[in-house]
């Protein structure tokens, strides 16, 4: 049976300013999410919370679903509870769950190839890289269509292109759950939509949860199997695109009038 991972009833404050408000989502192996909401609302913030790896000042409350020392809840083997993967040790807690944040900086100026294989470190012995493991961040490379970059130093891309590095990454780190923090950005709008269908092809294959945060609603409607809209300090909206995505949930999310078609448009050339 596949698992989800799961938030209850979750308020987030930095200091005196809350940043999150009784948010409650899961997450499902074999099906992509998106994540969709205006600047500011908490994306970033619920995606690092559900990763284990929240900011030192912030201050989390969780309301039916307690903190637990245990990964599994009491009651369901198969529901995570997201805040006790903070508690796990980290290469423990890396092999439930692959998180890539929206920015990052390498300092060593490592090959494409090196990073990526990095995600395999969490399944190492010592820290040695097994001749699978190399095996595994080349399918990696090829999976996001960069083989050809491998060799190249990491200092030496584009923007896009080091963020395509990064999600080949969390793919070769074989997690059961991946997040990721806009992984659409500084990508051209061919490959867009390309990485988005591969990832939900991804999540249905290999029976992994996928979490994206993305901006642009179209996309999230097109792969999505699952959206979760997300407006400021208010319960989140989620479902299936077919049942909430319609101009009264996108006005409270965004405050802002829309309209709502099914249109068909361009196809990946990729």
């Given at each position: 049976m596949n698992r989800?991972?799961?938030?209850?009833?979750?308020?987030?404050?930095?200091?005196?300013?809350t940043?999150?408000?009784?948010?409650?989502?899961?997450?499902?192996q074999g099906e992509l999410t998106c994540l969709c909401g205006p600047n500011g609302c908490g994306k970033s913030t619920l995606l690092s919370i559900l990763a284990g790896v929240p900011d030192q000042s912030l201050k989390v409350l969780q309301g039916t679903v307690s903190q637990r020392s245990s990964l599994q809840t009491l009651n369901n083997p198969n529901v995570i509870?997201?805040?006790?993967?903070?508690?796990l040790p980290r290469k423990l807690a890396a092999k439930t769950?692959?998180?890539?944040?929206?920015?990052?900086?390498?300092?060593?100026?490592?090959?494409?190839?090196?990073?990526?294989?990095?995600?395999?470190?969490?399944?190492?012995?010592?820290?040695?890289y097994t001749q699978q493991d190399e095996e595994?961040?080349?399918?990696?490379?090829?999976?996001?269509?960069?083989?050809?970059?491998?060799?190249?130093?990491?200092?030496?891309?584009?923007g896009g292109e080091f963020q395509k590095a990064r999600i080949a990454r969390a793919i070769c780190q074989q997690a059961d759950?991946?997040?990721?923090?806009?992984?659409?950005?500084?990508?051209?709008?061919v490959y867009e939509p390309w990485?988005?269908?591969?990832?939900?092809?991804?999540?249905?294959?290999?029976?992994?949860?996928?979490?994206?945060?993305?901006?642009?609603?179209n996309l999230a409607a097109?792969?999505?199997?699952?959206?979760?809209?997300?407006?400021?300090?208010?319960?989140?909206?989620?479902?299936?695109?077919?049942?909430?995505?319609?101009?009264?949930?996108?006005k409270l999310t965004y405050g802002m009038e829309f309209e709502c078609q099914k249109v068909n448009y361009f196809q990946s050339l990729l």
């Open positions: 989800e991972l799961v938030l209850r009833g979750l308020s987030a404050y930095y200091g005196k300013k940043v999150l408000k009784n948010v409650s989502v899961s997450i499902k509870d997201a805040l006790s993967l903070h508690k769950v692959a998180f890539m944040q929206q920015n990052e900086y390498s300092t060593w100026d490592f090959t494409v190839r090196e990073l990526v294989l990095q995600g395999r470190f969490c399944h190492t012995k010592n820290g040695f595994l961040a080349d399918d990696a490379l090829r999976e996001l269509q960069i083989d050809s970059l491998a060799q190249r130093p990491v200092h030496s891309l584009s759950f991946i997040l990721l923090d806009e992984p659409a950005a500084n990508l051209d709008f990485l988005l269908k591969k990832l939900h092809t991804l999540a249905q294959e290999k029976g992994i949860g996928i979490l994206l945060s993305v901006h642009d609603i097109s792969y999505a199997d699952t959206l979760i809209l997300l407006p400021l300090l208010t319960t989140p909206i989620c479902g299936k695109i077919s049942d909430i995505l319609n101009k009264e949930n996108l």
